[in-house]
């Protein structure tokens, strides 16, 4: 009798909890921060790399791009285990923002680096990526300090804080446009348009830094404590379903391949319209500043409206059919216009020049495309025929159903 009433009284203590809405909107704004951090750059990297050093190409830029998302992802569980074991937030956050710090500031310099200047920019790139590591730490924040009824709301709040970084990143680039390719000289720093950014960044990852410290609090409301879990000997943690957060690891993978490709966006334009460096910093940035106010849109609806209550797994499919939709859009279909007229079809060599008529049709875009198709494809018939299983983990079981754990089953009687 008296184990029925520990359970019963975890029960409440449980649902009596409150969201630490302090500490999700801290990380809401240090998820912004990252975004810009990630973002910031899409436009002009390939810019400022091809101006200070002639050595460097295209194929060059993309294994910048690549080592850069590599460190990332080996950052990620890194920090994530560092997280899970100290369990700490604010520490891993802290050495994140202080690599930005010193990535940032590299990459400000790297012109003076000459004739290294692209393995420099190589360098402060990797740190970069390596910062972004955070990403999984604040978001894993969310889950666990927020409640089961203000979970949807929570993420969506952090998810619009981060679509909106990636907004502003491209739009902050914008703003240095006014500064130049030549910029002023102060003794050996040249400030322009490309290196007051990364000035720029170098001051947000201090601030962030400070921010975490004097404002992020850690309270783990939506998780259950070492210490009941051995207060309490009748206390039996479920065993979550791994399919389904398999299938969540692919759909986060895909939406990253997505983002990624639209770092290629600067030597893609420049070569396909003729624009010049300026244009393609201008332009390009405003199209991903109006691609993310739609996406900071909709997580501001999930967030507000009564979107919230819609069932999440309804919500991933519409996603996944936007995706659908983009891409066979992006199709080279035979009824589009084409070729582009290019005044000067000159810029970028290696015959990318000569192939890309009807969105690079004959260079093989049609094949990345499907690609992409494919993969969202998998994604969603997966989503469908894992609908059952794609369920939040229940801590509490109903009486008297089979629940797995570690060691075996448990039945809540």
């Not at 951090?37 to 993309?62: C, H, K, P, R």
């Not at 970069?128 to 730490?137: H, M, N, T, W």
């Not at 979550?240 to 690891?249: A, E, G, K, Q, S």
């Not at 993310?292 to 996603?319: H, M, P, Q």
């Amino acid at each position: 009798m008296s184990s029925v009433k520990k359970v019963d009284l975890k029960e409440k203590e449980l649902s009596e909890r409150q969201t630490p809405w302090k500490s999700v909107y801290v990380i809401a704004f240090l998820l912004l921060l990252v975004g810009v951090q990630m973002s910031i750059y899409f436009t002009s990297t390939w810019q400022y790399l091809s101006e200070n050093d002639e050595t460097a190409t295209v194929d060059f830029f993309g294994t910048l791009l690549a080592l850069q998302a590599l460190s990332s992802a080996i950052a990620n569980p890194l920090f994530g285990h560092w997280n899970q074991i100290s369990n700490s937030t604010r520490k891993p956050i802290f050495c994140a923002f202080g690599v930005a710090t010193i990535g940032n500031f590299v990459y400000g310099f790297s012109y003076l680096t000459n004739p290294f200047v692209k393995w420099v920019m190589l360098f402060s790139r990797i740190l970069c990526g390596f910062s972004q590591g955070a990403l999984g730490v604040l978001r894993s924040f969310i889950g666990t300090a927020s409640t089961k009824e203000d979970r949807m709301k929570a993420v969506s709040i952090t998810n619009a804080g981060f679509t909106a970084g990636f907004f502003l990143g491209p739009t902050i680039q914008i703003c240095f446009i006014p500064i130049g390719k030549e910029g002023f000289t102060f003794g050996p720093l040249l400030l322009n348009m490309y290196t007051a950014a990364a000035f720029f960044m170098t001051i947000i990852s201090i601030f962030s830094i400070l921010l975490t410290y004097f404002c992020l609090e850690e309270n783990y409301v939506g998780i259950i404590s070492k210490e009941d879990k051995t207060s309490d000997p009748y206390f039996v943690l479920p065993k979550f379903d791994r399919l389904p957060v398999i299938l969540l690891f692919y759909m986060w993978w895909l939406l990253c391949g997505v983002v990624c490709v639209e770092s290629m966006s600067a030597p893609v334009t420049i070569a396909m319209y003729n624009w010049s460096r300026e244009d393609a910093v201008l332009y390009n940035g405003i199209i991903q500043t109006v691609s993310c106010v739609f996406t900071f849109a909709v997580n501001f609806s999930l967030a507000s409206t009564r979107l919230k209550f819609i069932d999440n797994r309804k919500l991933i499919l519409v996603g996944l059919l936007m995706f659908e939709i983009f891409f066979v859009l992006h199709m080279p279909l035979p009824f589009y216009p084409g070729p582009l007229d290019r005044p000067n079809s000159t810029i970028v060599s290696d015959g990318m020049c000569d192939f890309d008529c009807r969105l690079f049709e004959l260079s093989g875009y049609k094949y990345i495309m499907m690609y992409h198709w494919i993969v969202v494809t998998v994604a969603a018939f997966s989503v469908i025929l894992l609908w059952r299983r794609l369920v939040p983990l229940k801590l509490t079981p109903s009486h008297g159903e089979a629940t797995r754990y570690k060691l075996g089953t448990f039945y809540r009687m």
